[in-house]
């Protein structure tokens, strides 16, 4: 019902129909085309082909958009461009880069005047704090879209801000607001035919009545919602709406056509990525199992939604998962997990003020505090259960559906009415104003004087409370301004701080990293490539000497920046203890053992750790070249033609399915060029249409450059890198390694 990206598809885009991708970028690489069609091509490539399931490279194209203009003084475009980077942020769940690139996007518009551009830029701020959970500011800034479109007269902008305000009050329980805003949306689509709009906001109506136990009405609002969707051929209204229904048998205890509709949204939302509906989905599938004592595959549906809620930043869908967790330990009898997890519920809903989840949560924690004697805190939790489900089956909000669904019929049915009834209406009107017309008459007159004399006295009381005021809000500006100041000043400091731990952490990273002097004493025509995204790096290098054997080898530990600098740290202490406290040279069995020392050391926190590394590591005697590896292969280059020694599909750390590494045995022959590599020089975007380099680009790359020294092969690589990604960021650590054996 809620569909993020559902609702920044209708708001910020208004597209034609899907057209032919091919086409777009035909007009896009044609030098003859207008440079105003070659940026509304571009615009079209990246919300009609890539937005909502390769957002990564909207973002890039985008950045050409932005590019073109920018150099042609295109000032709508680029706020276009800025708009749709902030989206593709927004999917991929990096709020703080969508917020960044939205304001872009808000300062070009207002500076252009672009009214309707500052609205879109003020619903998206919306939708991106109701994700985090920060209802006061999202609710601000609809009202600020809205009072924009309102300007405008742009009543399709006024339905979507008024349907946005109604999900907020919907979250938070207040159903007579929510109805109140829903319907309003209602009318406005219709009058202007949206039929896309107007299934959203019948879906949100029945989402009303379903929470209210009014299952008949909740199934025709959602039935009506559904033909439309389908008719109109809209994916994410079709998942949602599903979804819905479901939930409608679901508590009615049909379980199998609970079950029959949440996969076929389930189908859905996986099929366009929907990442937020698939969360959703999962624990509704999980709920109805659970109902059919089906514990074990409720919950690994629980624990999918977990995942993924945690992934994107949905503190709503995260609470609903660690309760839903937390009632299968509590039947497990595992108590101490259940409050964990419970606990962790209610915080989260708590943060978001979701009445729904705060109730779950806290009978969750009222039932197993008690059975473990916890008096006191049974009790506290038990009154914020009954609080919050009184609030949410107050009968004042389901006295106020009723009258605001009946206001909404009656207003519809009355402008359906014919002419001649509403003329007979007006003379009645007028009869009756008529009768009333002399005795008002009669009335002001006694009343202007005491009128008068009443608002003297209250302009007189008005102007001297606004001085006050004025005065008290300017200390208080004053005084906020000086905090900010402080904080920004602190902030700076932090920050400075931070780097100059960062930048101290790259000696030290650097220190476990072989000298290239040492590199070269031990394989004296090879390269190393080595470019760290951020200033340290998950990638790393590494080379042992041990009983004539030269072991050598490239690494990609999970994550780049601090986070893989870290633990790049202990994989390369593994490999060290493998060689130098085992005693070992055989690939296979140094990754076997750096396997075991890895998973040791992260087993020692409270916290269950997944990351690893992926490594491919060779042992060079004579001419007898020995590899292992995780997950990275070995090319080697021979008359002209790519070798490819596969890896074993496993990291160096936890792994459902752990068997030893194998140790591949080749004689090498003169002329054989070995290459070692970590993923981010093949996961690259850039080149002409922003995508990635890929495998196949790094292998003719290399068979083209054989004829060079290994020098020379690693400029002109590092060369044909950069050229690649152009302007674009890169995306991550690169590590690659060549080795020529002697000719």
């Not at 919306?126 to 924009?148: N, V």
């Not at 659970?290 to 945690?310: D, G, P, V």
């Not at 302009?459 to 005084?479: C, H, M």
């Not at 890895?598 to 269950?608: A, G, M, P, Q, Y």
């Amino acid at each position: 019902m809620k569909n993020l990206l559902y609702l920044l598809l209708v708001i910020s885009f208004n597209g034609a129909a899907q057209v032919n991708l091919d086409s777009l970028w035909g007009v896009w690489n044609d030098p003859t085309q207008a440079d105003t069609n070659k940026l509304e091509a571009m615009n079209k490539i990246c919300w009609q082909g890539y937005l909502f399931n390769q957002p990564d490279s909207a973002f890039y194209f985008a950045q050409m958009q932005y590019d073109l203009a920018k150099e042609k003084d295109e000032y709508r475009q680029m706020s276009a461009a800025l708009n749709t980077q902030g989206v593709s942020f927004t999917v991929r769940g990096d709020y703080t880069k969508a917020i960044d690139y939205f304001t872009q996007c808000l300062n070009i518009t207002k500076e252009i005047g672009d009214k309707q551009g500052v609205a879109s830029a003020f619903n998206n701020f919306g939708i991106i704090y109701k994700i985090q959970g920060d209802y006061t500011k999202s609710i601000d800034y609809y009202a600020q879209c809205l009072k924009i479109n309102e300007e405008i007269s742009d009543k399709n902008g006024i339905a979507g801000a008024l349907n946005n305000m109604g999900n907020i009050y919907f979250t938070q329980g207040n159903y007579a607001s929510a109805v109140q805003y829903y319907t309003r949306s209602l009318k406005l689509k219709q009058e202007i035919g949206d039929k896309q709009g107007a299934a959203r906001s019948t879906s949100n109506i029945g989402a009303i009545y379903r929470d209210q136990g009014d299952y008949a009405k909740a199934i025709d609002h959602y039935t009506q919602s559904l033909t439309i969707e389908e008719e109109i051929g809209n994916k994410f209204g079709v998942a949602s709406t599903l979804n819905n229904i479901g939930d409608i048998y679901k508590e009615q205890k049909d379980y199998a056509v609970a079950i029959e509709n949440y996969n076929q949204s389930l189908k859905i939302r996986e099929e366009i990525d929907d990442k937020k509906g698939i969360a959703s989905t999962l624990i509704n599938i999980g709920a109805v199992y659970y109902l059919q004592n089906n514990r074990e595959t409720a919950f690994e549906h629980y624990t999918r939604s977990l995942k993924i809620s945690e992934e994107i930043g949905d503190p709503q869908a995260f609470s609903k998962s660690l309760y839903s967790c937390g009632v299968i330990y509590q039947d497990q009898g595992d108590f101490t997990r259940a409050l964990d997890y419970g606990s962790r519920a209610l915080a989260k809903a708590k943060e978001v003020g979701a009445l729904l989840e705060i109730k779950n949560a806290a009978n969750l924690l009222w039932e197993v505090n008690k059975l473990l004697g916890r008096h006191k805190d049974a009790l506290q939790m038990h009154e914020l259960y009954i609080t919050s489900r009184d609030s949410l089956e107050s009968e004042k909000n389901q006295k106020e559906v009723i009258r605001q669904e009946y206001k909404f019929a009656y207003e519809k049915q009355a402008a359906a009415d014919s002419i001649k009834t509403a003329e007979a209406n007006k003379v009645k009107d007028a009869q009756l104003l008529a009768e009333k017309a002399k005795t008002k008459q009669q009335q002001q007159q006694k009343y202007f004087l005491y009128g008068g004399l009443a608002l003297a006295l209250i302009f007189g009381g008005f102007i001297f409370n606004r001085f006050r005021v004025t005065k008290k809000q300017k200390g208080i500006i004053e005084e906020q301004k000086q905090r900010v100041e402080d904080a920004y000043g602190h902030l700076e400091e932090k920050n400075n701080e931070i780097m100059d731990s960062i930048i101290y952490a790259k000696r030290i990273q650097s220190a476990i990293l072989p000298p290239q002097k040492i590199v070269k004493e031990y394989l004296q025509e090879s390269f190393i490539l080595y470019k760290p995204k951020d200033i340290v790096a998950g990638d790393f290098y590494w080379l042992e000497h041990k009983d004539g054997k030269i072991l050598f080898a490239a690494a990609d530990c999970t994550g780049h920046g601090v986070p893989g600098a870290l633990v790049s740290v202990v994989c390369n202490n593994g490999l060290n203890r493998s060689v130098r406290e085992h005693g070992l040279t055989d690939p296979g069995q140094i990754l076997d053992k750096t396997r075991e020392i890895v998973i040791n050391e992260f087993e020692k926190s409270e916290d269950e750790v997944k990351d690893g590394m992926d490594i491919a590591l060779c042992s060079l005697e004579g001419t007898t070249l020995k590899y292992a590896g995780a997950n990275n292969p070995l090319w080697i280059i021979r008359n002209s033609e790519v070798l490819e020694t596969k890896a074993d599909k496993q990291p160096i750390g936890k792994f459902h399915k752990q068997k030893p590494y194998t140790t591949h045995t080749i004689e090498l022959q003169p002329g054989d060029s070995i290459y070692i590599f970590s993923d981010g020089y093949v996961d690259q975007f850039g080149g002409e249409k922003g995508k990635k380099f890929k495998a196949k680009g790094l292998k003719e790359l290399l068979l083209n450059i054989q004829d060079k020294s290994m020098e020379k092969q690693k400029q002109t690589i590092d060369d044909v890198f950069e050229t690649w990604k152009g302007d674009l960021e890169q995306v991550d650590d690169v590590c690659v390694m060549g080795v020529a054996c002697d000719q």
